[in-house]
């Protein structure tokens, strides 16, 4: 069974960095994609990052260009971000596009089909 176990979620307060870790396991799939994605209190849930496993590159919606940054080793992924604002506070989740499973939401060209439990960021001003 895939498993994905979201850490490093906290609190800190505004220009300040954290940095998530998702680590995955259970599964014997190639990955195309990991990705990050996040949920504010009544807000729709979004993209924030991606990193395509076959090139190793990594896309990352507008909102996070510049401050936030992916890196990986095999079975985890590392979601550093800095200059944090109160406007980032939510729930992040790790996701994952796994070969052959489909129905799942896009984001930046990948189908995340296997989702995390979560993890929360606040940020104070």
């Known amino acids: 069974q895939v498993r994905l176990l979201e850490s490093g979620g906290g609190s800190v307060q505004a220009g300040g960095s954290l940095t998530l870790s998702c680590e995955t396991s259970?599964?014997?799939?190639?990955?195309?994609?990991m990705g990050w994605f996040r949920q504010a209190p009544g807000k729709e849930r979004e993209g924030v990052a991606t990193?395509?496993?076959?090139?190793?590159t990594t896309d990352y919606a507008d909102s996070v260009k510049g401050r936030f940054t992916l890196s990986n080793t095999e079975n985890t992924v590392y979601l550093h971000m800095n200059s944090l604002k109160p406007e980032d506070t939510a729930m992040y989740y790790c996701?994952?596009?796994?070969?052959?499973?489909?129905?799942?939401?896009?984001?930046?060209?990948?189908?995340?089909?296997?989702w995390g439990q979560g993890t929360q960021v606040t940020v104070s001003s």
């Open positions: 259970g599964h014997t799939y190639r990955r195309n994609c």
């Open positions: 996701a994952a596009d796994l070969e052959g499973r489909y129905g799942g939401t896009r984001f930046k060209g990948c189908e995340f089909t296997y």
């Open positions: 990193i395509y496993s076959g090139a190793g």
